[in-house]
């Protein structure tokens, strides 16, 4: 039991470092360095080999029916990523480097919750920047605004909620 709580609680700590880190890169320079995504991936990878008994029997005790549920989240940022390929970046690699990874560190459910309530928490940040630069009489078509910075609220949320 106790070795499933440091499994729960790390993941959650290295997931919160991995938003940090690429939220601080994705504000100050609009893009976020490769190495980033290359570290955090090899720390899963050695999370996942230090906790390989969790996995082992987490993975073993799913039955057909919920492997599915497994997999959506990786599948679907994986469609993001060739989404980005294929818009020639309307929507940034960084930000689909950000939700795959991110996909590894999240359970399904949450994972969800955090691309809803960043989509969500984008529209509004639209209909305000594009309401204003109507009132400003500029042209929004130019304008672009950093994607990361909507998963703000979702990420609080849970962790508000973890920690009560």
């Given at each position: 039991m106790a070795?499933?709580?440091?499994?729960?609680?790390?993941?959650?700590i290295?997931?919160l470092?991995?938003?940090?880190?690429?939220?601080?890169f994705?504000c100050r320079k609009?893009?976020?360095?490769?190495m980033?995504?290359?570290?955090?991936?090899?720390i899963f990878?050695?999370?996942s080999?230090?906790?390989g008994?969790?996995?082992y029997?987490?993975?073993?005790?799913?039955?057909i029916?919920e492997?599915?549920?497994?997999?959506?989240?990786?599948?679907f940022?994986?469609?993001?990523?060739?989404?980005s390929?294929?818009?020639?970046?309307?929507?940034?690699?960084?930000d689909s480097?950000?939700?795959l990874?991110s996909?590894?560190?999240?359970?399904?459910?949450?994972?969800?919750?955090?691309?809803i309530t960043?989509?969500?928490?984008?529209?509004l940040?639209?209909?305000?920047?594009?309401?204003s630069?109507?009132?400003?009489?500029?042209n929004?078509?130019?304008?672009?605004f950093?994607f990361?910075?909507c998963?703000?609220?979702?990420?609080?949320?849970?962790?508000?909620?973890s920690?009560?």
């Open positions: 070795n499933l709580q440091l499994f729960t609680i790390s993941k959650g290295l997931f470092l991995f938003f940090a880190f690429t939220l601080f994705d609009r893009s976020i360095p490769a980033i995504f290359l570290l955090f991936f090899g990878v050695i999370h080999i230090f906790f008994k969790v996995y029997a987490f993975f073993s005790s799913l039955s029916g492997f599915p549920l497994i997999l959506l989240p990786t599948l940022a994986l469609f993001l990523l060739l989404l390929k294929w818009s020639r970046e309307a929507i940034g690699y960084g480097l950000f939700i990874l996909s590894f560190y999240c359970n399904a459910y949450h994972f969800f919750f955090l691309i960043a989509f969500f928490f984008s529209t940040v639209s209909m305000f920047l594009f309401c630069c109507k009132l400003k009489k500029k929004p078509k130019n304008f672009r950093p990361l910075p998963f703000l609220p979702g990420v609080l949320y849970l962790l508000g909620i920690l009560f």
